[in-house]
């Protein structure tokens, strides 16, 4: 059974740092584009960037807002996915949620980010 | 805001056929496939259709999906009271080289 549980969230003032976590399970980590998306309280959906698989290059995307301050990294060893979040400010505020592949075929249940002083 | 335009709602009664739309450009839904998430608040997203009309194993048929030019459409038939939620489309844009949602709509059941 795939799985994928993020953790890292918390209560950050603005300015501050953040790294989140994504662990999975049942699956090829390595083979396999990784994102994160997250969701701003009473927002939709926004996608925050992509790492692609290592054999794909490893490279990374982002979306506009968070280029320069959010970095996405893998450790296929730990089957685990990574984004450290720097300079947050309170628009970040948000559930952070990973996801498998182009299509975004599987999800975690997300984390909560709350930026606030 | 969101490059891909959806209808903030729609509804219907156990039964009936909800259709859904979402309008974008040349440069994303144009230019590539378009995939479609259904999402209860607290929950994870779920992957309802992929490439425009494929739906992933254990999808019901009751879902199909759609595209034509630069807009794409989500069907949902035999409308269920599991099936409000909020429903949103997405793709890929060439221009801000990104992955872009849609606004979202919100499904009630009546």
């Known amino acids: 059974e795939v799985q994928l549980v993020e953790s890292g969230g918390g209560l950050v003032k603005p300015g501050g740092s953040l790294r989140l976590s994504c662990e999975v399970s049942g699956f090829t980590f390595s083979n396999a584009w990784m994102n994160w998306v997250r969701q701003a309280p009473g927002e939709g959906l926004e996608w925050v960037g992509h790492?692609?698989?290592?054999?794909?290059?490893?490279?990374?995307d982002y979306a506009a807002p968070v280029k320069g301050r959010f970095t996405i990294s893998r450790d296929d060893s730990k089957n685990t996915l990574y984004l450290q979040m720097n300079s947050l400010k309170t628009e970040d505020t948000a559930v952070y949620y990973c996801?498998?592949?182009?299509?975004?075929?599987?999800w975690g249940q997300g984390t909560l980010v709350t930026v606030s002083s | 805001q969101s490059v891909l335009t959806q209808p903030p709602s729609a509804s219907g009664t156990p039964g009936q056929r909800v259709t859904m739309s979402c309008s974008g450009s040349s440069s994303n839904i144009g230019s590539n496939a378009v995939n479609w998430y259904q999402h209860l608040p607290g929950t994870a997203p779920k992957l309802l259709i992929y490439s425009n009309n494929q739906r992933p194993s254990g999808v019901p048929d009751r879902f199909s999906g759609s595209k034509s030019g630069t807009s794409a459409s989500l069907a949902i038939s035999g409308l269920q009271s599991e099936d409000e939620a909020d429903y949103y489309c997405?793709?890929?844009?060439?221009?801000?080289?990104?992955?872009?949602f849609g606004t979202g709509t919100k499904v009630t059941v009546l």
């Open positions: 790492i692609k698989s290592k054999a794909d290059g490893g490279t990374t």
């Open positions: 996801a498998t592949g182009w299509i975004l075929l599987r």
């Open positions: 997405a793709t890929w844009d060439d221009s801000l080289n990104g992955r872009v």
